[in-house]
Structure formats: structure tokens, C-alpha cells
């Protein structure tokens, strides 16, 4: 099952790479384009920090941290090996989603934003939503449906 996150990791990065690519291409020369007037807009943005462009230029100690976490969940993977094809599909849509503005960080020195919802101000990605899905599920799958908090095995399988 640790094969499944990595390939929901790996098609996550593709997707968002894809997407990265169109939106430097195309979106950055013009700056934004609206969708849906006073709610959705497409806008580029080099965001060098984290969330909400906090911590800006801080770029190498974002690559170190994300490397640290993303490492410390395949290991728990391969190592522990949780039942349950759930707790996989959040694992594939964090990795993927980190290893996403991972690329970015690397490369370039920021992460493209390009989501703009009129109620949530911050400018965002596809690797930031597939990380905030993921951490969310699996918050849920901990507390609702795996017993790991008690010690027993885990109850949501295949």
C-alpha cells in the first residue's frame, strides 16, 4: 500500500507541475484573470514564504523542514504499514502536494500561487489544496476511524 501514496504522490507533482507550467506561461504576462467576477481569479503570484506569505526568504529552511516531514511519512509507511487504503490516499495527497512547492522552492526560490477565492484572501495552489485536503482526511481517519490513539488496529480497511 506504501506504492499507492507514492503513486497518488507522484501523479499529484505531475498535475501540479503541469498546471505551474501553464500558469508562468500564460497567466504571468498578464498578471491576473477573473473566472467568476467577485469570487474566483486567477492571479500569479511568487509567494517566497509559507502560508499566507509568512516567513518570506526563508526559502532553505522551508526545503529542509518539507524534505524532514515528507521523509518522516513514507518512513512511517514502509516502517508501520497502516491498514487501511484511506490513510494511504491522505499520505499520496500530502507527499505529493509537498513535493509540488518542494520543486518550486528548489528551483526557483518561491512558490507560483495562482488560486484566488474572494473570501479567503491568501493566493494559493493545487500542491497547497492537495496538502490541506490530505492533512484534514487524515486528521479525520486518526480521530474517527483508526484506533492508533488506543494502540488497536485500525478499523477503516481496503
Keep these: 500500500m506504501p506504492f499507492f501514496a507514492l503513486a497518488i504522490g507522484a501523479l499529484i507533482v505531475v498535475i ?13 504576462p498578464i498578471g491576473e484573470h477573473t ?8 492571479r ?35 516502517k508501520k504499514r497502516p491498514s487501511g487504503r484511506f ?9 505529493g502536494g509537498g513535493i509540488g512547492n518542494l520543486i518550486d522552492r528548489v528551483l526557483y526560490g518561491y512558490v507560483i500561487d495562482y488560486l484566488s477565492i474572494s473570501f479567503f484572501p ?11 485536503v490530505g492533512v484534514a482526511m487524515l486528521v479525520i481517519y486518526i480521530f474517527f476511524f483508526s484506533d492508533s490513539l488506543r494502540g488497536k488496529k485500525d478499523r477503516l480497511h481496503d
Design 16 to 28: 501540479d507541475q503541469v498546471i505551474k507550467y501553464f500558469v508562468s506561461t500564460g497567466l504571468k
Design 35 to 42: 473566472v467568476i467576477e467577485g469570487l474566483f481569479t486567477l
Design 44 to 78: 500569479y503570484v511568487e509567494n517566497p514564504g509559507v502560508a499566507f506569505g509568512m516567513f518570506k526568504d526563508m526559502r532553505w529552511i522551508f526545503v529542509a523542514l518539507t524534505s524532514i516531514m515528507l521523509f518522516a511519512i513514507i518512513f512511517y509507511m514502509f
Design 87 to 95: 490513510f494511504y490516499i491522505c499520505a499520496g495527497l500530502i507527499i
Design 122 to 132: 491568501p493566493v494559493c495552489n493545487f500542491a497547497d489544496y492537495a496538502i490541506t
